[in-house]
């Protein structure tokens, strides 16, 4: 494997500065397996090939130009999000130590992956494009653990109209910054962010998954029997790789470890963000309760014209809370699918898809 040229960027914001805007606009989470590379949008090209009878060559341009944009506004985060919980109320597990901020709720604009798929029409039949993966890659740079960053998602999701799977040319309309992968990116609402593919090149229509490192073996939730990487060996072709993210919920204000001063009435203010199931969204509802789960409370959903099936909600509410240590507050989200967040989750070695309830311990209230 050639060496990393330099350790790759992996950075999360604060998270009081996080939920302070429904479109996330500065110093979104940054999640590289790379160095970034500098790709000159008017030589790139994204080539289409496969299962199709049209391979295509596709430049900026042509993506620009001659297929419909569209804009989804839509929830990106990393698989690894609240892994720091994990490991520390469950088990050590492997990965970035990522707190609550590996998540980023933005507008993307670009052709829609469906439509270049048509262009090239499939070479598969009805039962073959059942089971047919599409496949994405970056070809730029070379990974911490393969040649190249590849994965792959259904095809079925692919050809959905309804799951605005795009090819984002724009992020919050402005050109994409190379950070989140100038000048074409993936964009694949509700799944996990490792599928949504920085500094395209390629997209294989297959009949199977992509055979990279980070869609076999990264990115699934192993069974707790996988211990180590030697037992986890056994298991990595029989679990799914992770695909549509669970229904989560943080609370960023106040901070665990934080000392909060209540106003005269008794009450502290409580806010935070919520994310929905894959296609289970929008969030309908956020409680939070200061008993440890006895009893809840409803918080205010704050809306968004920008807001959808896709994107984040943030929330907020203010509750009366006794004084005193090492206090601690939940909280849980429902989507409109009825899922819900559960008390606690199962840990997995790589510490991936945590969604057990948002917490903010260790308060001191005075
Ligand atoms: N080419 C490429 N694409 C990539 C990655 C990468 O390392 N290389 N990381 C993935 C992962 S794991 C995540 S969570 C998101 C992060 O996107 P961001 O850096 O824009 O926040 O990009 C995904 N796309
Ligand atoms: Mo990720």
Redo the contacts with the bound molecule.
Sequence with gaps: MPELEEK?LNREPELEQLISSFITCTK???????ALPALDADTHRVRLDGAVKHPLELSIAALKNTFTQHSVVCA?????NRRHTMRTKIKEVQGIDWFDG?V?NCKWTGPRLRDILARAQFSLSEEQQKDAHVAFA?N?VP?EDDTY?GVSIPLSRAMREDADVLLALEMNDRPLSV???FPV?VIVPGV?????????DRITVQNSESENF?QRRD?KILPEAAVDCEAAKQYWDAMPSVQEMPVNSIIAVPGSGSTVVRDVDGMIAIKGYALPSGDGGPVVKVEVSVDKGKTWHETELLSHVDEGRWSWKLWQTRLVVPVGQGKIIYSRATDAAGKSQPAACKWNLRGICYNAYGEANSLTIE
């Design positions: 790759p979104n989470y940054d999640r590289n397996h790379s990106l985060q990393c698989a690894g590996a980023m970056c730029a990974c960053y950070e989140h992968g990116r996990a962010g490792a599928r949504a593919v920085k500094w395209l980070y990115y």
